[in-house]
């Protein structure tokens, strides 16, 4: 998990200092965790390790997509492709797993807090919109953004994570 942290750098080709986080895959993994824990309900007989492993799984296949995807497309503009670069591509996208792993952890976690089902996966939904929200933020500042225009990304990616939320309510789940 210290791939995901803002303040490890390891230096680019340039010999600059290069953030090892993919942020794009950090937001979009939050995303996805969001939206699979809108899709569970309480169906199953335990619930709670169904949602954690779905969340887990969901995420190992959208990753696996997307480095198939950057390969493919890498292999489409005459690029050769070995294993060291599918081991590269793999690593620049590990973040979308690691965006599941808070959600799963909030639900396994969630009997010792004294919850029940339904704001488990409340719980849950908050943790995937926060960090989704957080890492739009960090990836904007890292990029050089301003303030303000982290604030608009901030924003935007809120209102998306709200509208998984609203959602989510308006289903009943």
Known sequence: MTRLLPWRHRPGRDGRARSRTDYAGAVYGSLLAASVIAATGTVGKFPRVETVVLLLVTGLVF???HVYARLAGER??????DWSEVCRVGRSEWSIVEAAVLPAAAVGLSPLLGLGLSATWWLALAVAVVQQVTWACLGALHAGASHRQAAV????NLLLGLVIVAAKAALGH
């Open 153 to 156: 990304e901030s924003v935007v």
């Open 76 to 81: 489409s503009t005459g690029r050769s492709v």
């Open 63 to 65: 990753w696996a997509a």
